[in-house]
């Protein structure tokens, strides 16, 4: 297999269907590497406005098309990608270094979201009602909000493009793509089958940019955009929500995460182990949906973190393009550096925290530690690790688990292992989480809504509401 980029891969912007160039560039480092992959565009704010112009242009004539037109060209952007699905994985590869497996699930999981939403949109239901007092018919209505601004990070750079363009698009609404400087490669491949699956011009732009502040503030204060989607931090989004509330425009936000994995008592560790090999374990621990703080019963707690560790010390790490690696880099040395200053601090706090195994030293690989006796409430059961780190706090009384899970301004996703189903959904349903895998390690599925409670974001994305987020509800009160 060729290791270097795809042939189509495109590295300027998308505006109004034309691939425009920039004055400036930005590179694209491979971080297994730390070499440089790629010189793509840097839009300026101006060019940012140019964007939103050809969105603005695209939507009157895209958001009158048919449900059935748009789910048409949804579906064959979910088969030319499917078709093309080990090009999108080795761009996921190169650019944001996890191992070669996690790449394919994720393309595969991107993929399905076109697929997901190319039936939704033939779906989309409104209502009929006749008016209690008998002197209305009450109708509802859903019609496309307009532009909308999707920004998204580098942790999953096509899942996250998918889950918000092809919503979006099903709704009818026209989009400006704003992918992490990181990962734009993904994003600009994306956009391109998108072009090939018959997208008419300016119904999808992407902007690359290093200046995501100014970019961003130029198109959100523009008054010809009409909703935000962002994915990414809880620090970005919060400042993000402060600008959109000037204009009090829908914004719907997927931010960061602080997952709790509880062991109950009479759990099935072996089942546990392998759900904590991949709650933590996927994309490298760089997952908002990571298990990031493990609470285990006193009674498993050693055999947990003896067969956990023994797993984790088994994979093998290095670069992403060899597939035999379980483990790639993280997406950057400065990522890589911010995990390791987490397990320092904790050291400080007198934790002993020793590496599972050995990580090649060129690029920015990781080894992944378990640390056990970890006290609730250290810094590394407040932080977000986002990396290979796994904390193991012990406990006897299960409400006293269940408070630990919840002390946290998180609320995106917790684990629960339980002896059986019943005893799992009794406990998922105390949890102060928007979504809970119950003896899973994943729940991440296009047909079902992905959100957060608390800080972790406002709205869904994925399932029956992910077109809610780009469909403005309208009532017609009718005198008949
Ligand atoms: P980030 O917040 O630093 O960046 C996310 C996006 O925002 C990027 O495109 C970035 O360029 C852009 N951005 C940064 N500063 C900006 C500004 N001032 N104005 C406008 N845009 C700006 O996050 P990241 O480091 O790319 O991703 C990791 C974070 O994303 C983690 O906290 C993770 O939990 C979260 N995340 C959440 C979900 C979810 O669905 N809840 C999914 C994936 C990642």
Same mark, same amino acid.
């Not at 971080?31 to 010189?39: D, I, K, R, V, Y």
């Not at 998918?162 to 992490?180: F, Q, S, V, Y």
């Not at 009090?248 to 509880?262: D, H, I, K, Q, Y």
């Not at 925290?353 to 080894?367: H, R």
């Given at each position: 297999?060729?290791?270097?980029?795809?042939?189509?891969?495109?590295?300027?912007?998308?505006?109004?269907?034309?691939?425009?160039?920039?004055?400036?560039?930005l590179q694209v480092i491979?971080?297994?590497?730390l070499g440089s992959l790629? !010189? +793509?565009? /840097?839009?300026?704010?101006?060019?940012? =406005?140019?964007?939103?112009? #050809?969105?603005? $242009? %695209?939507? &009157?004539?895209?958001?009158?098309?048919?449900?059935?037109?748009r789910a048409e060209i949804?579906?064959?952007?979910?088969?030319?990608?499917?078709? !093309? +699905?080990? /090009?999108?994985?080795?761009?996921?590869? =190169?650019?944001?270094?996890? #191992?070669?497996? $996690? %790449?394919? &699930?994720?393309?595969?999981?991107?993929?399905?979201?076109?697929?997901?939403?190319?039936?939704?949109?033939?779906?989309?239901?409104?209502?009929?009602?006749?008016?209690?007092?008998?002197?209305?018919?009450?109708?509802?209505?859903?019609?496309?909000?307009?532009? %909308?601004?999707?920004?998204?990070?580098?942790?999953?750079?096509?899942?996250?493009?998918?889950?918000?363009?092809?919503?979006?698009?099903?709704?009818?609404?026209?989009?400006?793509?704003?992918?992490?400087?990181?990962?734009?490669?993904?994003?600009?491949?994306?956009?391109?089958?998108?072009?090939?699956?018959?997208?008419?011009?300016?119904?999808?732009?992407?902007?690359?940019?290093?200046?995501?502040?100014?970019?961003?503030?130029?198109?959100?204060?523009?008054?010809?955009?009409?909703?935000?989607?962002?994915?990414?931090?809880?620090?970005?989004?919060?400042?993000?929500?402060?600008?959109?509330?000037?204009?009090?425009?829908?914004?719907?936000?997927?931010?960061?995460?602080?997952?709790?994995?509880?062991?109950?008592?009479?759990?099935?560790?072996?089942?546990?182990?392998?759900?904590?090999?991949?709650?933590?374990?996927?994309?490298?621990?760089?997952?908002?949906?990571?298990?990031?703080?493990?609470?285990?019963?006193?009674?498993?707690?050693?055999?947990?973190?003896?067969?956990?560790?023994?797993?984790?010390?088994?994979?093998?790490?290095?670069?992403?393009?060899?597939?035999?690696?379980?483990?790639?880099?993280?997406?950057?040395?400065?990522?890589?550096?911010?995990?390791?200053?987490?397990?320092?601090?904790?050291?400080?706090?007198?934790?002993?925290?020793?590496?599972?195994?050995?990580?090649?030293?060129?690029?920015?690989?990781?080894?992944?530690?378990?640390?056990?006796?970890?006290?609730?409430?250290?810094?590394?059961?407040?932080?977000?690790?986002?990396?290979?780190?796994?904390?193991?706090?012990?406990?006897?009384?299960?409400?006293?688990?269940?408070?630990?899970?919840?002390?946290?301004?998180?609320?995106?996703?917790?684990?629960?292992?339980?002896?059986?189903?019943?005893?799992?959904?009794?406990?998922?349903?105390?949890?102060?989480?928007?979504?809970?895998?119950?003896?899973?390690?994943?729940?991440?599925?296009?047909?079902?809504?992905?959100?957060?409670?608390?800080?972790?974001?406002?709205?869904?994305?994925?399932?029956?509401?992910?077109?809610?987020?780009?469909?403005?509800?309208?009532?017609?009160?009718?005198?008949?």
């Amino acid at each position: 297999m060729s290791v270097g980029l795809p042939e189509r891969t495109p590295t300027s912007l998308l505006v109004g269907g034309q691939w425009v160039q920039t004055a400036t560039h930005l590179q694209v480092i491979n971080p297994a590497t730390l070499g440089s992959l790629a !010189e +793509i565009g /840097d839009a300026t704010p101006e060019q940012g =406005l140019d964007a939103v112009a #050809a969105a603005h $242009d %695209a939507f &009157g004539s895209w958001s009158v098309s048919s449900a059935r037109s748009r789910a048409e060209i949804l579906r064959k952007a979910f088969d030319i990608m499917t078709s !093309e +699905i080990e /090009d999108c994985a080795r761009l996921i590869v =190169l650019e944001n270094g996890k #191992a070669w497996r $996690d %790449a394919m &699930g994720e393309a595969t999981y991107a993929a399905e979201f076109f697929r997901w939403f190319s039936e939704v949109a033939a779906h989309v239901q409104g209502d009929f009602r006749y008016g209690p007092n008998g002197d209305k018919t009450i109708i509802t209505d859903y019609r496309p909000m307009g532009v %909308a601004y999707l920004i998204t990070p580098w942790n999953f750079p096509a899942a996250m493009a998918t889950r918000k363009l092809a919503p979006a698009l099903a709704a009818g609404c026209t989009t400006i793509l704003k992918p992490a400087a990181e990962t734009p490669l993904t994003a600009l491949w994306v956009a391109d089958v998108l072009e090939r699956a018959g997208a008419p011009a300016g119904v999808v732009n992407v902007v690359t940019t290093s200046k995501s502040g100014p970019v961003s503030e130029a198109i959100l204060s523009d008054p010809r955009v009409a909703t935000l989607s962002f994915t990414g931090s809880t620090y970005v989004g919060k400042l993000l929500l402060e600008q959109t509330a000037k204009r009090v425009l829908p914004s719907s936000m997927e931010l960061g995460g602080n997952a709790p994995f509880l062991v109950l008592e009479g759990a099935d560790v072996d089942s546990a182990v392998e759900g904590a090999m991949v709650a933590k374990m996927r994309n490298g621990g760089a997952a908002c949906t990571a298990a990031n703080r493990f609470y285990v019963h006193a009674s498993v707690a050693d055999e947990f973190a003896v067969k956990f560790e023994a797993a984790l010390r088994g994979m093998k790490i290095g670069p992403g393009i060899d597939q035999s690696n379980d483990l790639g880099a993280m997406v950057s040395v400065k990522e890589r550096d911010k995990i390791l200053e987490i397990v320092q601090e904790a050291e400080k706090e007198g934790i002993t925290a020793t590496a599972v195994s050995e990580a090649p030293g060129e690029g920015a690989f990781l080894s992944p530690y378990v640390i056990r006796d970890v006290q609730h409430g250290s810094s590394l059961t407040r932080n977000e690790i986002f990396g290979p780190v796994a904390p193991i706090v012990t406990f006897e009384d299960q409400s006293e688990a269940i408070r630990m899970a919840n002390d946290t301004e998180y609320g995106l996703i917790s684990y629960v292992y339980a002896k059986d189903a019943g005893e799992g959904i009794k406990v998922a349903r105390q949890m102060e989480s928007g979504m809970v895998a119950i003896n899973r390690g994943i729940a991440s599925d296009p047909a079902a809504s992905f959100g957060g409670m608390k800080e972790s974001g406002l709205g869904r994305e994925g399932g029956f509401d992910g077109i809610h987020e780009f469909l403005e509800t309208q009532y017609f009160a009718v005198d008949l």
